[in-house]
């Protein structure tokens, strides 16, 4: 089975990853595209839902509560962190759009008792990472530090020509705190649209090892090994991370053969 998900050109669902469709037990993940005034219904009981307005405006009602007019950028591309929601179960949840709107679901297995709750955009850390021509920009929508049951959230924008997720790393192998061992996707768009970028999943032992032509709103899944990102001149990437798996917390393990570059 590939490890890319291709994006429908046409309907209101971009893409659609399941824990069945990819073959794992934690991490799902689903994009929407909304006209104006359309509505977009998400049913996924037992599981806690992170919905990430990644443009154009919404209206959330779910679990008894609605949020109103979430988001205030025109693209991911915009400098600005974005609006999401937490749901600590996803049986019924309905979005309208207010203006032409995309909204990224990311699920894993949930049901508890946490509160449903608006993620402010004020709250999201902004971070850089790397140096020169390896240099993104980071932004944590559900990071480790704010309590859900699995789910991890990050966004990240890649300049032009630029590397990410780089050096490779991995994590796979549940010997926390070295490592831990998550599910990942990554929804990736470009800009200009008619872009496209490199990723690269591969294991030590080679036993998974593919290189892969991304295009804008494809989705990449890593079930375990390496993932580095690779931008081509001319084109800016954005990518959405979702991670989940046995324990909530991110640590990683650099590829010895490439570790190197940090020491420099």
């Known amino acids: 089975m590939s490890l890319l998900v291709k994006a429908s050109t046409s309907g209101g669902t ?56 979430l988001g205030d950028r025109a693209t991911v591309f915009d400098d600005r962190p974005p609006w999401a929601v937490y749901l600590p179960d996803g049986a019924l949840v309905e979005v309208s759009a207010r203006t032409a709107a995309e909204i990224g679901v990311a699920s894993a297995p949930g049901g508890g008792t946490l509160p ?22 980071v932004r944590d929508i559900l990071p480790a530090s704010e309590p859900a049951e699995h789910l991890l959230v990050v966004e990240v924008r890649t300049p032009s020509g630029h590397s990410s997720s780089y050096p490779p790393h991995k994590h796979d192998t549940d010997d926390a705190p070295h490592e831990t ?30 290189s892969l032509a991304v295009e804008d ?11 580095p990102v690779v931008v081509p001149h001319g084109y800016e990437s954005y990518y959405l ?24």
């Not at 449903?116 to 790397?130: C, E, F, L, Q």
């Not at 991370?241 to 420099?264: I, T």
């Open 116 to 137: 449903a709750r608006t993620i402010d955009p004020a709250t999201m850390k902004r971070s850089v990472r790397g140096t020169g021509s390896n240099t993104r920009y």
């Open 217 to 227: 709103r494809d989705v990449v899944m890593v079930p375990r090994g390496y993932h």
């Open 241 to 264: 991370n979702v991670m989940a798996g046995p324990k909530r917390a991110w640590h990683f393990h650099n590829d010895p053969a490439h570790e190197w570059m940090l020491k420099r």
């Open 181 to 210: 061992q998550l599910e990942e996707t990554y929804y990736h768009r470009l800009d200009p649209p008619q872009g496209f970028a490199f990723q690269r999943v591969y294991t030590d032992d080679r036993s998974l090892d593919e």
């Open 14 to 69: 971009i893409v659609d990853v399941t824990p069945e469709s990819a073959g794992w037990r934690y991490v799902g993940f689903r994009a929407h595209r909304l006209a104006a005034g359309e509505r977009a219904v998400v049913a996924m009981p037992g599981r806690e839902l992170c919905l990430v307005v990644l443009a154009g405006k919404v209206d959330v009602r779910a679990a008894g509560s609605e949020w109103r007019e």
